[in-house]
């Protein structure tokens, strides 16, 4: 699996080293939320096995920090795992950034405790909210259940800049409700996992690959969306949709200029030819054959409508 990052970034400086190839001669820039990074890393690194011709590179500043590269022109792609804000569609109106997006897979948001935690299986909507709304008086995991220690919970969560802070948000506090300060906050996720593998009072929310990349180290809870029905997040409990409210698509948004060059397309092309097989070795959700085929007929009227750049023709 694709996920030993620091040899990959490497591998990566040792190709760019031994090809010549510089920021300057990068055929593809892809940025974006790091919850989608596993999948286009994959991709990424499979392109290259099979056309070496087309260099590619990976970064992940969060879907936020990538929608601020993409609204300036920065990026070609944009990894999301949330969709466009108002306020990033407006930056891309002002910048001339004409864009179209692909669903790639689906993924849940994985809340997660040290597997010694053993008197918590599964919490509520409403007792995640009270977790993680501003001002909480929730300091120990007793404040949340009578039952439970008189030990203060460890709390991590990805920062503002990434998709499933906003999405754990929306979710679970409301669009427009302000999140609790002084826990541990990261948009690389592994920091969150492994800020949860070392404290047994530790709880932490993060894509569910990453859980699924260390089930022995973590122990995942069931959500209980207010129906007295608690469900596990797992591939089958994800495409079903029967983990609410903790489902959601991810995304690739791509800059329709720089689709007008060949190997972008073709990069495109490729990935989404292959999205399934790489969304499975990395834990997700492969998309429904339906979307699949809505993926290919935008992928052909936007390379019908494409225009020649003047670098690649």
């Not at 509520?124 to 220690?149: H, R």
């Not at 207010?226 to 983990?243: F, L, N, Q």
Request: with cysteine; net charge negative.
């Amino acid at each position: 699996m694709y996920r030993n990052l620091p040899s990959f970034a490497l591998a990566i400086g040792l190709l760019a080293a031994a090809t010549g190839c510089t920021k300057s001669s990068i055929d593809v820039r892809v940025d974006g939320s790091s919850t989608v990074y596993p999948i286009t890393e994959a991709v990424a690194v499979q392109i290259r096995r099979e056309q070496p011709g087309i260099r590619v590179t990976v970064a992940k500043s969060g879907t936020g920090g990538g929608m601020k590269k993409f609204g300036k022109g920065e990026i070609d792609i944009c990894d999301a795992s949330r969709e466009m804000k108002e306020e990033e569609a407006a930056a891309c109106e002002k910048a001339g950034i004409r864009y179209d997006h692909f669903t790639v897979a689906y993924d849940g948001i994985a809340v997660c405790v040290h597997p010694e935690n053993d008197w918590c299986t599964s919490l509520t909507v409403d007792q995640l909210k009270q977790l993680y709304s501003l001002d909480s008086p929730i300091k120990t995991w007793k404040d949340l259940n009578e039952a439970w220690p008189a030990e203060e919970i460890k709390l991590f969560g990805p920062g503002a800049d990434s998709g499933t802070f906003d999405t754990f948000k929306e979710q679970v506090l409301g669009k427009d409700a302000k999140v609790r300060t002084g826990y541990t906050q990261s948009e690389e996720d592994n920091v969150l996992v492994n800020g949860v593998k070392q404290d047994k009072y530790a709880l932490g929310y993060f894509g569910y690959a990453y859980y699924a990349e260390n089930t022995a180290a973590l122990k995942v809870l069931a959500i209980d969306p207010g129906d007295g029905k608690p469900v596990a997040p797992s591939i089958e409990s994800i495409r079903d949709k029967t983990y609410t409210p903790l489902s959601r698509p991810l995304m690739l948004y791509v800059n329709l200029e720089s689709f007008d060059r060949p190997k972008v397309a073709e990069f495109v092309k490729f990935y989404l030819d292959n999205a399934n097989e790489m969304a499975a070795k990395v834990k997700y959700v492969p998309v429904a054959e339906e979307i699949g085929v809505e993926n290919a007929e935008k992928f052909e009227k936007l390379k019908s409508a494409a225009k020649p750049s003047a670098d690649e023709v």
